[in-house]
């Protein structure tokens, strides 16, 4: 079987939205440097690029670069999936360059600007001040539109085209991923309905909607990468959306704890939540099991290890960081502390980046016709660093999260005296400088990353031809 | 489904299932989420100047909750400690706040708060960032109380004072190394940021966070 495709349009739009999702990753690491930096030295920077604004492009070229490669992993999949080159590929395109111009209107407005008067022209067009959710509200309807294109090239495709279990799961899945950030998208006053609402949008993105996404590409890489059995890949993949959104959407409940909602949710988000891992689990045993079938046997090297990372890094930064402290009796002492920020790197690095940088692999393998792409030494080192620099970073902030708990929660009663009693803390600060030094490593890994990407196809048809 | 498809043997490996139970499951716990999302909101949509009056017990209340006493303390009912709204307390020299200058306070406070960014240094309600202490309970914190380091800084005699003063020249203020950076923010501002904060202070968040001022002598038992 010949691994060349047609030169769809799809896929070279798939190729412009990876290529934007690697340089804003690039753009993550290093603002979150520069915030890990201050931590250490609060002087740096200080009143010129204070530590909200590194933090706020942190975790917002994080949001963006995810969505990109999703949504280029979609343009990816689609004509292979339906066979056709994707309907409405012009305005696609299009769509792509409005969001990407947006994009980068708001980054430098972010960096430029910062904050602004405490008026509602604020949040319309500097930054909304909602954590993940900073984007103005401008950008917000813009994203929105292009999301719209999107999910009409996705529909328009499939009914056009052929109709697999794979696209009927990513259909629905888009429908509700980008109904969702409507949610985000208003203005209120009172600070607890403003965070019930957020969590529709971040909880149902990165526990429900996203995951399912997740199960999408695993499903997608594990045909291409390894002739993995269409039947039994797809049958998985609706066990993993039954699991996925029965533990997911009422695991919701874990982030109703403490926000000014009723009681009632420690019980409902303490058993669903706990759940949440259970697909995690699947999800792992799913891979292993296909691997073991077919002898490891594949055809992209390169994207398979990235394949494993995410089965395990899912697995361990979702599922087990996640269950840690989703029980309301921990949580109390561990909410909004270095736990959860230990959690966060290594769920949205476990569950997102490896499996999205796999699928950037697949694409460049058959977008070049490169019948077996093997790991050079490049890719190897890559993928190595990056994982070892992200384990090291979320032990780095899980110890400093403990001295939190204890210090700062339990023995201080969570008093701003104890708060920084606990952050001068030897243990904790200890937990900051590995913090800093694991981000270097991750971002070397990174560096490796790009030079892996930009040159492998030249050397794999180098060596198909020597 | 492909057009090869053949109906397997046993249900459990039968896509047709799978697939069905997905949308059946997804659908029941999308049900049961709205259903206990209206019951939510309803708990949690604010409260009034009335219910204030009344002392009916809101889990949000009022912005009109800046003319009272706000104080955290130990329920024996709910085994935790609660906010308690008690006697009529001067907030910048006023304890006559109509509820439209209250609502206009807090509207500032929460739109400022949001402006200037406060959510990337700061948690409040125990989300946010994890670079400065968190602002659930700020309002009552000693550290902003008569004998605290605050009030002697900023050579205050009272908690709104003291932290409208500071968070107009936070950098001028520094209790640590990591100061607050200097964000602009004018009186009118400030004032409605420590509106926000008071008000923050009066929601009852299932006793977040836990053994609250413990160690200097809480009311908890």
Redesign the interface.
């Known amino acids: 079987m010949s691994i060349a495709t047609p030169k769809y349009l799809s896929q070279s739009l798939a190729m412009k939205y990876f290529f934007v999702a690697v340089v804003l990753f690039g753009a993550q690491l290093v603002m979150g440097l520069i ?1 890990a930096y ?2 250490i030295d ?2 740096f920077l ?2 010129v690029f ?4 590194a ?2 492009v942190h ?1 917002n070229a994080l949001v963006v670069w995810m969505l990109y490669a999703m949504i280029g992993s979609a343009y990816w999949m689609l004509p292979e999936e339906t066979g056709i080159e994707t309907v409405g590929i012009k305005l696609g395109t299009l769509g792509f360059y409005v969001l990407t111009l947006a994009v980068t209107v708001v980054v430098l407005v972010y960096i430029l600007v ?7 022209a ?2 319309w067009l ?6 993940y959710l ?1 984007a103005p509200r401008w950008a917000d309807i813009g994203i929105t539109v292009v999301v719209l294109i999107f999910v009409y090239n996705v529909f328009a495709t499939v009914m056009k085209g052929k ?3 794979i696209t ?1 799961v990513l259909m629905a899945d888009l429908i509700a991923l980008a109904g969702l950030y409507l949610a985000g998208m208003f ?10 609402w ?1 969590w529709w949008v971040i909880h149902l993105w990165v526990e429900a909607t996203w995951e399912v996404f997740v199960g999408v590409l695993i499903a997608y890489g594990l045909i291409k990468v390894m002739h993995a059995n ?2 039994i890949v ?2 998985w993949l ?2 993993e ?2 699991m996925l ?2 533990s997911g ?2 695991g ?1 409940g874990h982030h ?11 019980e ?1 988000g303490a058993l669903f939540s706990a759940l949440e891992p259970v697909p995690l689990v699947g999800m792992l045993v799913h891979v292993i099991y296909d691997m073991g079938k077919h002898n490891g046997k594949v055809n992209n090297g390169p994207a398979f290890n990235w394949f494993i990372v995410n089965a395990f890094g899912n697995f361990l930064g979702a599922g087990v960081w996640g269950f840690m402290h989703t029980l309301p009796q921990i949580n ?2 561990t ?4 736990f ?2 230990g959690h966060g790197h290594l769920a949205f690095y476990g569950a997102y980046a490896t499996i999205l940088i796999g699928m950037m692999y697949v694409a460049i393998q058959r977008r070049n016709g490169i019948e077996e792409m093997r790991s050079t030494s490049t890719s190897k080192w890559a993928v190595s660093l990056i994982t070892i620099g992200v384990l090291g970073m979320t032990v780095a902030l899980t110890l400093s999260g403990y001295v ?1 708990a204890f210090v700062e ?12 009693i606990a ?1 001068g803390a030897t243990w904790f600060t200890q937990g900051i400088d590995w913090r800093l030094a694991m981000g270097v490593v991750t971002f070397i890994g990174f560096l490796l990353l790009v030079k892996d990407l930009l040159t492998i196809a030249k050397r794999s048809k180098a060596l198909a031809n020597s | 489904m492909s057009e090869d498809y053949k109906e397997p043997e046993s249900v459990w490996t039968s896509n047709r299932f799978w697939s069905r139970s997905a949308g059946w499951v997804t659908g029941f716990s999308a049900v049961l989420l709205i259903l206990l999302t209206m019951d939510t909101l309803d708990q949690i949509t604010i409260g009034s100047a009335k219910d204030l009056e009344n002392k009916v017990t809101k889990r949000v209340p009022s912005a009109s909750v800046i003319n009272y006493k706000v104080t955290y303390e130990y329920s024996d009912v709910r085994g935790h400690e609660v906010p308690v709204i008690g006697e009529k307390e001067l907030f910048f020299g006023r304890s006559d706040y109509s509820e439209a200058e209250a609502n206009a306070l807090l509207d500032k406070g929460k739109l400022t708060s949001q402006a200037k960014n406060c959510m990337n240094c700061h948690t409040l309600l125990g989300n946010g960032a994890y670079y400065a202490p968190d602002l659930t309970k700020a309002w009552l914190d000693p550290a902003w109380q008569a004998g605290g380091v605050m009030q002697g800084m900023t050579g205050t005699t009272s908690v709104d004072e003291a932290m409208s003063v500071f968070l107009q020249n936070p950098d001028k203020y520094a209790s640590h190394a990591r100061r607050m950076p200097n964000l602009g923010i004018t009186p009118e501002e400030a004032k409605g940021l420590v509106a926000f904060l008071k008000q923050m202070s009066s929601i009852d968040t299932n006793g977040f966070p836990r053994n609250f001022n413990k160690i200097q002598g809480s009311t908890q038992k």
């Open positions: 915030a201050q931590f609060p002087e200080f009143n204070n530590f909200s604004t933090r706020m975790i910062q904050v602004g008067p405490g008026t509602e604020s949040i500097i930054n909304e001040g909602r954590e900073e109709r697999t279990g009927t203005y209120t006053s009172n600070i607890t309905m403003d965070q019930f957020w269409r039947q797809e049958m609706w066990i959306v039954t959104f029965g959407i009422l919701m109703y704890f403490w926000i000014g909602t009723p009681e009632y949710w420690w409902i109390i002492y909410h909004g502390s270095q959860t920020a939190q929660r339990a023995e201080y009663g969570a008093t701003w005296d104890g708060y920084f952050q």
